[in-house]
Each structure stands twice: as C-alpha cells, then as structure tokens.
C-alpha cells in the first residue's frame, strides 16, 4: 500500500504543472475506491494496481520529454524575439533621440491630443509664448494672444478635434513675437504646433501673407470683371488670350470663358488686333472704336489695349446705346427746332453768357431782326439796345433800370411774367424763364388780337345781357355747379322774382361770400306757383344730374294762377344747361278755340256728307221715274204729240239725263269718300270702251256742231281696269272737252300703248284755261264756264282723277290760253288688286 500512495503523490506532483494527466488520477483513485467499495481483494486488486502503476509512470515520462522539447523549442523562440524587441528598441531609442533633435532644432511646441479626451501631450520650448514654463497653459490661448486671435484659434482646435479640420494661421502674441500655429490630424490623433517664426520664416510668412493678400484682391478684381457686361481680357505675351471674363464668352457665343481661351475665340477682327500689337510692341496703350459682332449682332466698341509685364489687358465698352441715344438725341433737337419754328410763340433761348443760342422764325418776325447778326449770337444787352434803337421796345423813362431789373433775371430762380406795350398798340406777353445751364428762355405772344378779342367779347356779353332782358321768353343758364349763371327780366317777371336776388343768395349766418342762387333754391321758390313735383325733379337732372349723354328735352308748365308755359331745357357746350320759359297762355286758349272750330267743320262735313248720299239716292228713283215716263211718252204709245209738246219733252229728257249724271257722279264721290267703292276688275276692249264712250256723246256733237277724231290702232288690244269706271272717264273728258267747244272745232280722243301704261288723251281746240286755273281744276264744285256755254256742276274732272288714281293711274293737264286744253289719263297694264285705297 505504501508504494502507490509514493506515486499518485510523484503522479500528482509531475503533472499538476502541466494539467494532461488531472482528469486521469481522478479516475484511478474512483476505480479503486469502487474495487475496495465492491469488496475485490487479494491479489487481483495487486496485480491491477501495478499495471496501472506502470502505464502512468510510461505515460509521465512521455509528457516530460514532450515538454522538454517544447520548453526548448520555445526558450529558443522567445530568445529570438527578445533580440529583435532590443534591437527595435535600441531603433526606437535612435529615432526619438533625433526626433527630439529635430524637435529641438527648432523653437516650437507641439500639443497632441489622443483618441479619448484624456490630457494632451504639450513638448516643446515652452518659453516662445510664456515666461514660466507651464505646460497647460499653453492652451490658455488668451494669456498670450490678443482676444480676437485666441477666439480664432480656440474655434479652429474645436474643429480639428471634433472634425479633423486642418488649420493654419499667422498671427502676433502678446509679447511682440510673430507665430505660426498650424494643426492637422496625424495617425487618428489632433496635433498642433506653435512656432516662432523669424528672419527667413517671417519673411516667408509674410511673403505668404502677401500672396494670399494678392489672391484675393485678383479673385475680387475678377469677380467684379466678370460682373462687368462689357468684355474684357487678358493676353500673353504671344498674344494669345489667357483670361477673359463672362462678358467676353457671351460676346463670341461661347459657354464659358475656358471654352473661349480654348478656342481662342477673337471679338476683333483683324485690323483691329494688329494695330494694338504694334502699340504694345512699342509700350503704349491703343485706344480705338471699332466696330464688332457681338452675340451675333453688330455693336460699336470703344476698345483699350494696355501692355503688361506678362502681355496686354484689353477692355471694351459698348457704345452702342450712347450712340443710339446721342443720334435719338440730335434728332430729338432738330424735331423740336422745327417744332418752335412753326410756333406762333416766339422763343429765344440764352446762355449762361447772356449769349443767343437758339431762337425761331417767329422770334426774328416779331422784331424784325437780320438771321445772319443774330446767327453771331449777339448778348442779350446787345439785342435789347438795338431793339431800344429801332424804337420797338416800350417807351421807358429809365431804360438803363428797366433793362437792368430783365437781365436780373439771370440770376433768380423763378419764372416772371410783363406785359410790353408796344408801340403801335401791340400788346406782347413776356414769359422769363430761368434754365437749369445758368441762362434763360424768352416768350413771347402777341396778344393785341386777345386783346381786342376780349374787349370784343365784353362787348358782346353786354349786348347779350341787354338782348335777354328784351325777351319776352324766361331764360336762365345754370351752370356744371348747379349755380344760376345768368337770367333775364322775363325770368324774374315770371316767376315773381326780385332781380337783385338772380345774383346772389342772401347772406348766411356765418358771413361767407354770397353766391349765386343754385337749382334747388329756384325750385323752392317757384314750386309755390306750380307744385308739379315730376317736372322739377327733371328740371333739377338735368341741370345738376351725372348723365352719359344729355339731350334737349321739352316740357308743359300748367300754373296754379292759370298761366301755361313751354319749358325747355338744353346742354350747352360748356357743361351749363339753359333753361327756357314761354308763356304760350294765350296761343293756347286760340288753339283750343280752333280746334274746337275744326271739330264743328268736321261735324259739319259730316253731316253734308251725309245730307248728300241721302238726298243724291233719294233722287235717283223720282229721276229713274220721271226718265221713264218721259221715254213712253216719246214713243207714242199714250198717243200722239204735236211739234210744240215733242220739242218740250226732249227739253225734259235732256234735263233729266243731266240731272242722273249729277247724282251719279255725286253718289260717286261720296262711295270714295267713304273709302267703300269697289272696283271690278276685269279683260277691258280698248277700242270697244273708246266706240262706247264716243256713242254716248253723239247727240251732243250733232247738237253743237262738233267733229269728233278718234285715234287708236285696230290692234290695241286689252288692259286690267274697271271697264264701267273707264268708259265714265272717257264719257266726262269727252263731255268736258264738247262743253269749252266752238261750233265747227274738233275734239280728239286717242289711246296708245306706252311701256307698261295705256294712255288715253283727249284734246280740244276750246279757249283753254289760265295757269291760276290748272292749279284748282280737279277740285271738287269747281268750274271754269266764263265764256263757254257748257254750265256744269264742276265734278267731271274730279271724278276722273279719282277713277283714274284708284285704278293706280296718275291725270296730267296741258291748257294754252286761246288753244285749247289736252287732258292725258295713264292706266297702268295691269292691275294689282280689285280693292283700291281711297282717292286723293
């Protein structure tokens, strides 16, 4: 038992070290505690236990060697490494000892911050911004730099540490010392380093400065270039372009300054180019205008080309506009030139100098001055006194004065106005003035004609007012306020006016100005005498109403007291209104007296109308009768008659024939006039109407011994008319013509075609009648029987222009006094209706 108690504890001892074997003894010693637990014994737990004794100390000696070699292995390894890190070291060492010499070559401080914001390292002579060597005051920038240079470099380390951004600045300390202090990150970490710059450094510095100062006055002048609208440029000493602004680009149609040095784009052409390359070979400026193309239109370009120490710098302003402006200009002037020379004003214009430099044609005619002296612009003294001269100024008893108060003029600043009355009564209106150039402008207008005009004009007002005042129609002219402008005595009578009140209102409690009457005073005084309240509102419209257009308008006035008046208010040129009043009282009361007299005559005619188509259709049937009675008579039938009886009989047959004709043609006229008569249109036989009518005067022919010629072509065929009424014109005509007749004379009837008209004439060779008579032949009752035998009741002729004009036909009349009479009825062709309107 004692020896493997000796080697579990050589088996724990060996391999504790290592921990291989840790788990296997664990199970040994639970193997044997299981065999002794199960109760194994003797020899088998013996020989178990010595193999098992065997294998551990074989395994143990494996794991020592093996560890041996690795120790070895490793020693060896770790011996080769420790050369290397001494060696790396001892590099090390070298490399901070001249970093450390270079750190000290140099008087700087280098301040270095880490990845966390632990403290940072500060190395370096600290004695180039404090006196006491204290390293964290350091970035105490305040202690020794002025407050807007610490504020500076305390924004730029917040930035380098918080964004990496590198800084670099120049700037004085406190002390007088001229410091760089740049920053940058290096290796993940902020780095800042102060140096005290001096001699060679400072001089950079400030050569740096300088550039930096220069760079930005040359990015500042090319900025303000490139704003510049006129082109410029810059040329090296080839002559090639090598800068050019925006302006530039845009002139060549180019995008953008780079593209035209590209191409080298020209805005001269060049004549242009060559004559500047000569003057800068010889050192001086050219300076020219020239025309040129810019974007693509042409423009006038005063250019300068200056020589420089690298080539030449050109220049080119558009005058284009200026010049544009300048020709506008001269053409303005001249337009006004000629404007004043046609002007009836005449002006005159002087210098500062007191000398002439424009006048017009009607500033020579008015004083009758040589163009060629006052082309020498005499002074305006010299003008007035060979005005004074020639005696066609006014008469002044101190001429010297009075011209020295006009020329005072030149130096005051407002506008005066004279009146010069010159000989031979003209009257000048004098306009003085001053310019803005030191000199002054003459007007002046001839205003005699105004003058006289206005005197005129007074007159006239005069014999106007009396010419009211003698009317006997109210007028009053309001003017556009509405106030009374003017009246009349006739105005005030009527309306019961006192006249001094038309001229102005009474005066008013607070004591203004009294002013004329206005409409609404008017009214209330004359709505008294008419309370028409319609008509003033209108009257007070128009004269003081907004209207787009104003019309003259008319109205009837019935006063209370009985008086009638014709109101008429109408728009004057001037905005004023006239107001008319007429006192038609008495027109009226005759006018109402003849219309009540038309109404009787109406009443009148009427009622003989009347009387006449009753009387005329109570005729006829006794007429009808007796006509009748008379025929069987004539015929025997009721016995025979002697000579004496026959004879008298045909005196009543006459008589009655006559008598039927009458009321015929009366009862004619009165269907006409009641617009009643109808015609019965029909196919009318011209020639058959002619023998029928011709028939019906036969008797009357033989009686008084009269030929009668008809005249009319077989062939005249027919015509549209009333065929009865026709022959009834035909009949009269023929009738009137045999009644102014002389025994042993001829009438004639003749009928033609004429266009679209059938024309019957009938001529006689009768005495004829007057022109005063022509006039009223065809009125109604009038005769013409002085000297003639027939005695009618003058209604033949009116019937037949009645007929005649109902049929649409028109009646002409020709009469020579001893010739005879020609009487021309035209029917048209065709008829348009059978019903006809009434005769004229």
Known sequence: MGAPARLRARLRTSVSPAGLLGGSVPLLLGTQSAVAQSGFAGDMFNETQGVIGFSAFVALVIFSASTAILHLTGRRAWTQRESRLVADLTSARAALDRANVFLSAESQIVVAWGMSNGEPDIEGDLSIVMDVPVPRRVLGFGSWLPPEAARNVEGCVERLRARGESFRLSMASLTGRQLEIEGRAVGGRAVMRIRDVSGDRLELARLRERHVQAMMELDSLQAMLDALPSPAWMRDKQGQLAWTNAAYARAVDV?????????????LDTQAREAARQLRGAGSIWRSRVPAVVAGQRHVLDVTDVPTRGGSAGF??????????????????EANARTLDQLATAVAVFDRAKRLVFYNSAYRQLWGLDAGWLDQQPTDSEILDRLRAERKLPEQADFRSWKAALLSTYQSTETVQ??????????????????????????????????????????????????????????????????LKLSNQAFADLWQYDRAQLHVSPPNASGTQPRPPHIDDIIAHCRDLCPDESLWTTLRSAVAGLHDA??????????????????AAAPLPDGATLITFLDVTASIKVARALTERNEALVATQELRDNFVHHVSYELRSPLNSLSGFVELLADGRTGPLNAKQGEYLGYIQKSSAALIAITDNILDLATIDANTLELSISEVDIAKTIKAASEGVQDRLAEESIKLNVVAFDDIGHFEADEARVRQVLYNLLSNAIGFSSPGQSVTLAAFRRSDEIVFKVSDEGRGMPPEVLDRIFNRLETNSIGARHRGAGLGLSIVRSFVELHGGRVQIESVPGEGTVVTCFFPARHSSGRVAKAS
Do not use: H
Request: one cysteine or more; glycine letters at 6%.
């Open 550 to 567: 104003r019309m003259r308008s008319e109205y009837r006035v019935q006063r209370q007291d009985g008086r009638v008046l014709d109101c």
């Open 418 to 483: 004279q009146i010069w009355y010159l000989p031979r009564e003209r009257n000048l209106r004098v306009v003085v003035n001053p310019n803005a150039q030191g000199g002054v402008t003459y007007l002046f207008d001839d205003v005699t004609e105004r003058d006289q005009l206005e005197s005129q004009f007074n007159s006239l007002i005069g014999v106007q007012a009396e010419t009211l005042d003698a009317l006997k129609e109210g007028v009053a002219v309001f003017g556009s306020d509405g106030r």
């Open 255 to 267: 995008v953008d300054a780079r593209e035209a040095i590209a191409r080298n784009a020209e805005l």
């Open 316 to 333: 080119a302003a558009d005058r284009t506009e200026i010049e544009a402006m300048r020709a506008d200009l001269s053409r303005q002037m």
